[in-house]
Structures are given as structure tokens and as C-alpha cells.
């Protein structure tokens, strides 16, 4: 057995945002992310959590081994240079804080937005005020046969909520920041999260937006022109949606595409109310809503359970 397989063990319940759903066969929190190089031998599809703000957990759990980087989240400011670099497990809101606290621009437009840098960059984090891809320099992990990875910013796939690092072990991240006035980096991360707690939910259990915005394939009157993103709360909305709920999960009728969990929520709520949602916005628009929300089942991942393919995702 290598040293980092020391420490697997059963997990009764994922850490999510969602606070819901089942638990991990095998489980574990390494304390040096270099360590996954050797794991992936033994454990080909292990998955990676980070910090559960983006993840539904099915009820029944999953059987692949999950690893949590948190053990392992350290960074290193280069201040002069606007240099950082930070291990995939560093908790992303402590990392604005501190660059914010240097003096560097950059990071505080994802203010409000729980995570860590590993799953972050694989969302590729981010809203109307920017996105983590913004200030990626470069990227280091393992492939799925456990080979050391480097990606410099121009060789990664970034889109909106997409980074087509998912397939990757993300082990840190180097960014580039821009030096500036630190009371005006301040105001601005401050000014930012004022704006997400007064349009989001911010304090309840949530996985942020379940679904991505989606593209129009044709002009949709008064919605907006083909080729166009829209926002997939507000068609959530105007099919009249908010506050629609099943079981213990229910959609926030602060931000119609969050949904919110409490008292007695299971997964399956949150999945059977997501799929309902799906129905009702296409019946309205002929809009088929993707999730945004990571779904990990046994034997498969996504709303529909596709088969995983071994990818860890
Ligand atoms: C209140 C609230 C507000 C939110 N607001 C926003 C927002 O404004 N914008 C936005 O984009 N998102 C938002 N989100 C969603 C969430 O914060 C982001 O998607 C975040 O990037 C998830 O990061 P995580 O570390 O929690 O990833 P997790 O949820 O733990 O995992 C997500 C995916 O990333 C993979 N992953 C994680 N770490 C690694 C790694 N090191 N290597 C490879 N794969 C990895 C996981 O396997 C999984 O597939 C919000 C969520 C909440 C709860």
C-alpha cells in the first residue's frame, strides 16, 4: 500500500453545499496533492471533491474513491509581480482576501463565490463581473494514467462555465494579478458581494445556479434573438416556477435558478424537481435547460445517470 492510500475510509455523507445525499465508499484527504500521481494506479475513476459548492451528491452515494485536496492549501503571493500561485485545495473566497489584502486585481470579481481553486478553475468559476479563466496563467495536475500535466493559459479550453480541465487531477494553479490601489480592490470585492446577497440566496443550502444560461437556437419573442445566451433563471421564471418545490428542495423565489434545500430534502428531491423544471421551461420555450450543478451517482454522473466513462467527473 503507498503512503497516500493510508487513511481511506468508508464516508457516510459527501460535504456539499446542498447538505444532501449519500456518501463515499472509500474517501479521502490528502495532505500532499502530488500524491494522486500514485492513486490513480490503484484507483483509476476516483473523483475529486472540492469544496461541494457545485455538487450533488445522489442519495445511494458513490462507489469510486473521492479524494478531498483540503489538506494540502497553501499559496504564495508575489506581490511586486501580481504572482501567485496556489495549491488546487486553497479555499478560493481566503485567497481574494488575501490577494485583495496585497493590493491585487483580479480575483474580487468572484466574490461570494465559494470554492476551491481546483474546482473553480474546472467551472470555470464566475458571473457578469468576470471569470477565473481571466487571470489563469498556468495549470499543473495528472492525466488519468497518473502523468504529471502542465497547461499554460492558451491550451485550455475556456468557455462560459467551461474549462474542459474535468478530465484533469488538478494539484495548483499559477495567476497573474495587476497590482493597483487596495482600498478601490477592496470597495469593488466589497460592492460585489453586496450585490450577490441582495439577488442570490446567499445563506441558504444551494449549489449556486443549477443550470447553465442557454443559448437561443431561434429567435424567441420577447426572450431574446438566436445565438443569444439568456439567463436561465429568468425563463424559470416566467414559466412561473419560483417557489415550486418538491419534497424538501425547492426553487429560491429570490433567484429563480437556485434551489434551495431545508428540513427533510433528500437528493432525489432536488433531482426529480430539477427534471420537472427541465419539462416545464421546454413545454414553455422549447428551451432544454443543461445543468450546471456536477450530479455523481453510482454508476454514472448527470441528471440522466449517463455512465461515467471512468472520467472521475
Ligand atoms: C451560494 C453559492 C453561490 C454561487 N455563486 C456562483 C457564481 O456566482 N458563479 C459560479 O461560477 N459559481 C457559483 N457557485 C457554484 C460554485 O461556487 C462554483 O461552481 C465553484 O467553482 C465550485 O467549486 P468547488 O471547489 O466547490 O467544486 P466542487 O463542487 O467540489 O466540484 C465541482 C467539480 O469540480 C471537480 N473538481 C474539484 N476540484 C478539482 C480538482 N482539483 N481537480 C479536478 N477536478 C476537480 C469536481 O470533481 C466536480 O466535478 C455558487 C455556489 C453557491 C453555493
Not at 98 to 103: L, T
Not at 124 to 146: M, S, W, Y
Amino acid at each position: 500500500m503507498v503512503a497516500a492510500e493510508m487513511g481511506i475510509a468508508r464516508c457516510a455523507k459527501i460535504p456539499t453545499w446542498f447538505g444532501v445525499g449519500g456518501g463515499a465508499d472509500a474517501f479521502l484527504t490528502l495532505a500532499n496533492a502530488d500524491e494522486l500521481g500514485r492513486l490513480i494506479a490503484t484507483h483509476p475513476d476516483l473523483k475529486i471533491v472540492g469544496d461541494g459548492a457545485n455538487l450533488l451528491v445522489d442519495d445511494e452515494g458513490v462507489g469510486e474513491l473521492v479524494v478531498s485536496l483540503a489538506g494540502d492549501a497553501a499559496w504564495s503571493i508575489d506581490a511586486k509581480h501580481g504572482l501567485v500561485s496556489a495549491a488546487a485545495g486553497s479555499n478560493l473566497p481566503k485567497l481574494i482576501n488575501a490577494c485583495v489584502r496585497e493590493g491585487l486585481a483580479g480575483l474580487e470579481v468572484l466574490a461570494g463565490i465559494p470554492a476551491s481553486v481546483g474546482g473553480a478553475l474546472v467551472m470555470n468559476a464566475g458571473g457578469g463581473f468576470g471569470q477565473i479563466a481571466d487571470v489563469v496563467e498556468r495549470v499543473h495536475g495528472f492525466d488519468r494514467t497518473g502523468s504529471p500535466v502542465t497547461l499554460t493559459r492558451d491550451q485550455i479550453d475556456f468557455a462560459y462555465r467551461h474549462s474542459g480541465l474535468e478530465h484533469l487531477l488538478l494539484t495548483r494553479a499559477e495567476l497573474r494579478l495587476t497590482p493597483g490601489d487596495q482600498k478601490a480592490i477592496r470597495a469593488r470585492q466589497v460592492e460585489i458581494m453586496a450585490y450577490k446577497s441582495q439577488s442570490q440566496p446567499m445563506a441558504a443550502n444551494s449549489a449556486g445556479c443549477v443550470w447553465k444560461n442557454p443559448t437561443l437556437a431561434a429567435d424567441l419573442r420577447d426572450i431574446g434573438a438566436a445565438s443569444t445566451r439568456v439567463s436561465a433563471g429568468m425563463l424559470i421564471d416566467r414559466a412561473g416556477l419560483k417557489g415550486l418545490g418538491v419534497g424538501g428542495a425547492s426553487i429560491s423565489p429570490r433567484h429563480a435558478n437556485f434551489v434551495v434545500t431545508q428540513g427533510n430534502a433528500c437528493a432525489r428531491h432536488v433531482i426529480d424537481l430539477m427534471r420537472e423544471t427541465r419539462a416545464r421551461v421546454f413545454d414553455a420555450f422549447g428551451v432544454r435547460l443543461e445543468p450546471e450543478v456536477v450530479i455523481w451517482r453510482r454508476g454514472g454522473v448527470g441528471l440522466d445517470a449517463e455512465p461515467s466513462a471512468g472520467r472521475g467527473a
